[in-house]
């Protein structure tokens, strides 16, 4: 059985823009780093989903990612969607945000908030409070997905040393874990990170991305195309977009 969840009533609506007209909903990025190896994580890998599923914040799009790391893998199970680049990926985190270590379920909110990522109320509170800052448009364009990898062009306001990230992540509908502290369970996961990639010059340019067995079958449904906009100054996301992708 599912871990049942309630959405805190205090949060629903925070976000809201000022009146005056209806204007885009506001993307916040929410970054979850896990493990297949964790029995913690499940619980926020449910989390994660619903959030992307529910978007339960009255003017604010959630896009997800969810980032499996390598250190969990022992007591005789590999996580198969696990990444070193995850890994690394959050150990910048841990500096940025003066950690001690780095640790599973961690929820990274537009690269500016973390705090444990099964933690309902308070990530919810993070991504309404993120969604009041600042955000630039950023479009994707011309996403096509081809063998593994996708070929796109973003669009984006000038910036002063902004860098684009891009991670192309798929929907796992059913993983089953037969070793580990997770021995015996069916696990699920939303937008699991494949592949990613920086760039320093991006704007209208053709881009392209790889991923990692993005072509296995069995388990697997929707690809998204994942970017955003890093501060390098800060690590502060200050615009993201997704797009659903389908193979040519």
């Not at 885009?24 to 780093?33: G, I, Q």
């Not at 992540?169 to 580990?180: L, N």
């Amino acid at each position: 059985m599912g871990v049942i969840l309630a959405w805190p009533a205090l949060s629903i609506g925070q976000a809201a823009k000022p009146a005056g007209g209806p204007t885009p909903a506001t993307p916040v990025l929410v970054e979850l780093f896990t493990s297949e190896g964790c029995s913690d994580c499940p619980p926020a890998d449910y989390l994660l989903a619903r959030l992307d599923a529910e978007q339960p914040i009255v003017g604010v799009h959630v896009i997800v990612l969810s980032e499996h790391v390598t250190y969990w893998n022992h007591d005789g199970w590999r996580d198969p969607f696990s990444l070193i680049q995850m890994d690394e990926r959050q150990r910048h985190y841990v500096e940025q945000f003066r950690l001690d270590s780095s640790y599973t379920p961690q929820a990274v909110i537009d690269g500016a908030e973390q705090l444990v990522g099964s933690d309902t109320k308070h990530l919810v509170q993070a991504v309404a409070n993120e969604a009041r800052q600042p955000s630039q448009p950023v479009t994707i364009t011309l996403a096509a997905l081809e063998k593994g990898s996708v070929h796109f062009t973003i669009h984006a306001p000038a910036s002063q040393g902004d860098r684009l990230v891009a991670a192309l992540a798929q929907d796992v509908s059913r993983s089953e874990v037969t070793r580990g502290e997770n021995a015996g369970r069916t696990l699920h996961h939303v937008a699991v990170v494949r592949g990613m990639k920086q760039f320093s010059n991006f704007d209208g340019r053709e881009l392209s991305l790889s991923a990692v067995n993005l072509d296995r079958p069995t388990g697997t449904s929707a690809t998204r195309l994942v970017v955003f906009l890093e501060d390098p100054r800060t690590g502060r996301v200050v615009g993201a977009a997704e797009q659903t992708l389908t193979n040519q």
